[in-house]
């Protein structure tokens, strides 16, 4: 189901949930905000349409038939970086590091206000945007350490010479910290500078992609260790051989 919208439109929005009445809902609040939006009810086929279109942004349900939720997200990360916002059902802790540690961008717990996932997702959009735009000419636009290149032009990091695929957040968390080198950010600082002043998560949301971006960025026998652990205050980028 594809709900059409005005010609002004603001990006194509793909709602993932095997509930019509959410889909709906979901799909009435943002085309009054100028999206299209297709509704999908399976997770096989929302796989399916992000690959062969993908959307703008993704709004994704955890429980889903075929396919949940967690693993449409892993099989996306590995080959786009679509901003996805994670529905889960519970209100555990564990749906919601389980998602940002896939790569989804946001979290919502149901049941939640229409309004409130319609600002989540003009805010992730803009954040996205945001970072995507050409960097001005006086700024660096490539950082190299050894071992580690990081180009913001193409948004690439390469690690020993080879390519490694980051989420849109975490290229932009490491950008920040290694262009601020040996500078201590504090959670709530990341939280700000990556995610924006709006964002609705919390501090841990920083904890689980600095656990990401090291396993993918720190390789076992690597040689280096980049982000440091600032214990008591949050993380630092300082180029570290072991």
């Known amino acids: 189901m594809e709900i059409?919208?005005?010609p002004a439109e603001r990006g194509r929005i793909l709602v993932v949930d095997d509930d019509p009445n959410v889909c709906e809902l979901v799909a009435l609040y943002l085309s009054k905000d100028g999206f299209r939006v297709e509704c999908v009810h399976d997770g096989a086929e929302a796989l399916a349409k992000a690959r062969s279109?993908?959307?703008?942004?993704?709004v994704l349900?955890?429980?889903?038939?075929s396919l949940d939720g967690l693993e449409?997200?892993?099989e996306l990360r590995k080959e786009q970086g679509t901003p996805i916002i994670m529905l889960t059902a519970r209100g555990d802790d564990i749906d919601r590091i389980l998602g940002l540690e896939m790569g989804a961008d946001d979290y919502v717990p149901k049941p939640f206000n229409p309004?409130?996932?319609?600002a989540r997702v003009k805010a992730v959009l803009r954040r996205t945007r945001s970072a995507e735009s050409p960097p001005q000419a006086q700024e660096r636009v490539t950082l190299r350490f050894p071992g580690l290149v990081i180009d913001r032009t193409g948004r690439v990091v390469e690690v020993a010479n080879q390519e490694v695929q980051l989420t849109p957040k975490e290229f932009d968390l490491l950008w920040h910290l290694a262009s601020h080198e040996d500078r201590t950010f504090t959670r709530p600082q990341l939280?700000?500078?990556?995610?924006g002043?709006?964002?609705f998560g919390d501090d841990r949301t920083v904890d689980v992609h600095i656990k990401r971006l090291r396993r993918k960025i720190e390789p076992e026998g690597h040689g280096y260790r980049y982000i440091q652990t600032v214990w008591g205050v949050g993380y630092k980028f300082k180029v570290e051989e072991v």
């Open 197 to 199: 002043f709006d964002y």
């Open 4 to 6: 059409p919208t005005s």
């Open 53 to 58: 279109h993908p959307p703008d942004l993704i």
């Open 61 to 65: 349900d955890l429980m889903l038939p």
């Open 115 to 118: 309004r409130e996932l319609a």
């Open 72 to 74: 449409v997200c892993r």
């Open 191 to 195: 939280l700000e500078y990556v995610w």
